[in-house]
């Protein structure tokens, strides 16, 4: 019956479903097909062997993961950094989009978000050189800072102090990307009805009552959209900018499970690819857990607000 209602649904709309089949296509070849793959994970792989050829061992790559002494630092290091991003980047993006909400002059208005949007486009690698060019406590501007107010010698090296790691992550990106991620909460709150404004000026509300009252209200279930969306994201750490910090001796708090991932399956003479994609496909299933958890509870405490 369902495929039969499906059928007569392609013959009425055959237009649409055409425009479908390049993205049905991409997603199938260069999502699906390549999951085949992770089959290699409950195996000895050997590329010599193949997938196919390569013996089967079961759980035996999870176990040496979940035995292992990097376990425990790599999951605490990733979750630190996630929710540590989570919580300096969210509050301060809808309060900044509630800021430049209530500007009045469009001209400075859009010179702000003009400003704040153009960290984005820059590269974690030229960000990475500009923290390490700023930090340099003989030529950067934090030594000639230091010497300038009365300081004898040289700072401490920032970057080789592993308590400040967690710290210049987080707040470079948050420098980077604020700007971009108060995009989707401006636009929400264009939607609010410039009549509810003008009545609650006509009853005496000042600015910060109007903001607390009707626009933060308006940004609720796409604060709880974006907090779902992020949840996906808790365990997946950017390898590029975390890679490009670390050094031996941060390497206790910036070691996450992307970089030993990489160290452990590439850079670790190529020979555990399987150990590799076990850890990959552990990360991938805790993830979809924390989605589907966080979606639940979003959907239960914001009148079903959901992704699914």
């Known amino acids: 019956m369902v495929m039969t209602n499906f059928l007569i649904q392609c013959r009425k709309r055959w237009q649409l479903f ?16 390549p999951m085949f793959g992770v089959q290699i994970a409950f195996k000895d792989f050997t590329p010599g062997a193949g997938i196919w050829g390569s013996p089967w061992n079961g759980l035996k790559h999870f176990q040496k993961f979940f035995h292992s002494y990097q376990f425990s630092r790599v999951i605490l290091n990733t ?19 509630l ?32 923290i390490t060019q700023m930090l340099n406590p003989v030529m950067g501007i934090y030594g000639t800072i230091y010497q300038l107010l009365g300081g004898s010698g040289y700072p401490k090296d920032i970057l080789t102090q592993t308590g400040a790691f967690p710290h210049l992550y987080v707040w470079s990106g948050t420098w980077q990307n604020l700007g971009w991620s108060t995009i989707i909460y ?3 709150l264009s939607n609010v009805d410039l009549e509810l404004h003008e009545a609650a000026e ?63 399956g590439m850079s670790a003479g190529g020979t555990q ?36």
Do not use: W
């Open 186 to 188: 401006i636009a929400a």
């Open 18 to 33: 055409l425009f479908l089949i390049p993205a049905v296509a991409y997603i199938l070849v260069f999502a699906y097909y």
């Open 79 to 97: 979750i630190r950094l996630s929710f540590y991003g989570l919580l300096v980047n969210t509050p301060l993006a809808i309060c900044m989009s």
């Open 273 to 308: 690819f399987s150990y590799a994609s076990a850890i990959g496909l552990f990360n991938s299933i805790v993830n979809c857990i924390i989605l589907v958890v966080v979606n639940a509870f979003s959907r239960k405490i914001d009148n079903g607000v959901s992704l699914f």
């Open 99 to 130: 800021a430049i909400n209530a500007v009045r002059n469009i001209r400075f208005k859009k010179t702000i978000q003009t400003i704040t949007y153009m960290p984005h486009f820059i590269s974690v690698v030229v960000l990475v050189g500009m």
């Open 202 to 264: 006509i009853e005496g509300a000042t600015r910060l009552q109007r903001i607390r009252y009707i626009d933060f209200p308006t940004l609720l279930p796409t604060a709880s959209i974006m907090l779902v969306l992020n949840a996906g994201s808790i365990m997946n750490v950017g390898f590029e900018k975390v890679f490009l910090m670390q050094n031996s001796t941060n390497l206790a708090l910036s070691e996450v499970i992307s970089t030993y991932v990489y160290k452990v």
